[in-house]
């Protein structure tokens, strides 16, 4: 139900509720993003795709107010969305490289949506901003088992808290020995290890 305003380089460019009416816009729009990413995990293990290392996407979803019509200048006129809540969109889709996620959300995203299945990523405040947003991550599926996720929540709150940096260290540390792939948690034990802010991070 999205509608593809662009191709930019490799990237799609898309938005949801427009030019349609979508009542349901964030849910759809969560859920196309999990069908592509079940593709793309599909695909990565076609032969084509192996010998190449190829096939993997990342995707940033944003909810927000933006300005939707024709704009441009006489000779060309561009049907797309304008406005802040297309840039976060873009910056919450740079947080995937920098975490070596799949689908990055925000709480926006995520309170529209309804979606319950995802894990905080952390509260960011992204390049060219001045206000922190609260980030989510969609796992592929079978990624982390129920128990993991569980603890990994549990665990979350305590990095915002220096009163439990101990009972956040040890936890971390736990989590990064029974899956020490998981790039979110290692970047946590790194900063909680060294002391540092885990409550709110600054993208340069």
């Known amino acids: 139900g999205g509608m593809v305003v662009d191709l930019i380089g490799d990237a799609v460019f898309s938005m949801f509720n427009a030019p349609v009416d ?3 816009h964030a849910q759809r729009a969560v859920q196309s993003a999990r069908e592509i990413q079940a593709f793309t995990q599909n695909f990565q293990q076609s032969p084509p795709a192996l ?3 190829f096939g993997r996407t990342r995707i940033g979803l944003h909810t927000g107010v933006a300005q939707v019509g024709n704009f441009g200048s006489t ?4 049907y797309t969305p304008l406005g802040d809540a297309v840039n976060i969109a873009a910056r919450i889709e740079g947080l995937n490289k920098f975490f070596g996620t799949d689908i990055a959300l925000s709480e926006a995203t995520v309170q529209a949506s309804g979606f319950t299945q995802g894990r905080p990523l952390g509260s960011f405040i992204l390049k060219g901003k001045e206000e922190a947003l609260m980030i989510y991550e969609i796992p ?4 982390y088992d129920a128990d993991y996720l569980e603890r990994y929540r549990i665990a979350f709150p305590w990095l915002a808290d ?3 940096h101990t009972e956040a260290l040890a936890a971390f540390e736990s989590l990064a020995q029974e899956n020490p792939s998981d790039t979110c ?6 900063r909680l290890r ?3 802010d885990c409550s709110c991070v600054v993208m340069t």
């Open 140 to 143: 592929p599926p079978g990624t």
């Open 185 to 190: 948690v290692a970047w946590y034990l790194a």
């Open 194 to 196: 060294q002391g540092l």
């Open 162 to 164: 220096s009163r439990h």
């Open 22 to 24: 979508l009542p349901d």
């Open 75 to 78: 000779q060309q006129f561009k």
């Open 51 to 53: 010998a190449l290392e």
